[in-house]
């Protein structure tokens, strides 16, 4: 009888523990310091991500397989966190910078409708980008190869978007092409908007 008397009150106890606070999320490692070139050929670097939430992603211009689909999940992310403008910023970096110059980024981002106020594409020579790339995010990049038939190309790099917090902390990372990742993303993007982390 008295396990029977104890079990709501241990029931009870166990809910509160899955009620409180969620695990804060990791700590994946400090961003370096970076010097490259925004989409108006402005410098960029880690001083311009600090004070904001970034989500980053990378692409190129000329990409034939993952990188329109990166940007359309980057636009929806815009599109969702349209209101946190200030707080928010979306940076795409090119993995292909002998050809993505700023205006070609520029264009580029036009097609995706990207607001300059909150998406950021960036560029520079290639050692910085690959250092900043490899290095800096701990994501792979490769070198340019033929794809298909004609002058295509492909270029091996993540199909990751990276959580950064205000400080510059890796925060998760997150695969764009599964929906519920996506959806953990924006769920972690508006936690460290609310946390002001």
């Known amino acids: 009888m008295r396990v029977f008397r104890w079990?709501?009150?241990?029931?009870?106890?166990?809910?509160?523990?899955?009620?409180?606070?969620?695990?804060?999320?990791?700590?994946?490692?400090?961003?370096?310091?970076?010097?490259?070139?925004d989409q108006r050929g402005e410098p960029y670097g880690l001083e311009d991500m600090r004070g904001k939430v970034s989500v980053v992603d990378f692409v190129f211009t000329h990409c034939p397989t993952i990188c329109p689909t990166?940007?359309?999940r980057m636009s929806e992310?815009?599109?969702?966190?349209?209101?946190?403008?200030?707080?928010?910023a979306l940076v795409s970096f090119s993995v292909d910078p002998e050809?993505?110059?700023?205006?070609?980024?520029?264009q580029y981002g036009a097609r995706y409708?990207?607001?300059?106020?909150?998406?950021?594409?960036?560029?520079?020579?290639?050692?910085?980008?690959?250092?900043t790339v490899v290095h800096g995010f701990k994501l792979a990049m490769g070198e340019p190869e033929p794809f298909g038939d004609g002058d295509r190309y492909?270029?091996?790099?993540?199909?990751?978007?990276?959580?950064?917090?205000?400080?510059?902390?890796?925060?998760?990372?997150y695969s764009a092409t599964d929906a519920g990742e996506m959806e953990k993303l924006a769920a972690?993007?508006?936690r460290l908007l609310d946390e002001g982390t």
């Not at 992310?77 to 928010?88: P, T």
């Not at 790099?157 to 890796?170: C, E, K, T």
């Open 7 to 37: 079990l709501p009150f241990a029931l009870a106890l166990t809910a509160a523990a899955c009620d409180g606070e969620p695990e804060p999320l990791p700590h994946l490692g400090a961003l370096p310091s970076f010097s490259l070139l």
């Open 70 to 72: 990166l940007s359309q």
């Open 77 to 88: 992310l815009a599109g969702r966190f349209a209101d946190r403008k200030g707080e928010l």
């Open 99 to 106: 050809n993505d110059t700023p205006e070609v980024l520029r």
């Open 113 to 131: 409708g990207s607001d300059p106020a909150m998406w950021t594409w960036v560029t520079g020579p290639t050692g910085e980008v690959s250092d």
């Open 154 to 173: 492909e270029i091996m790099h993540s199909a990751h978007f990276v959580l950064v917090d205000r400080r510059g902390a890796i925060r998760g990372y």
């Open 188 to 190: 972690d993007v508006e």
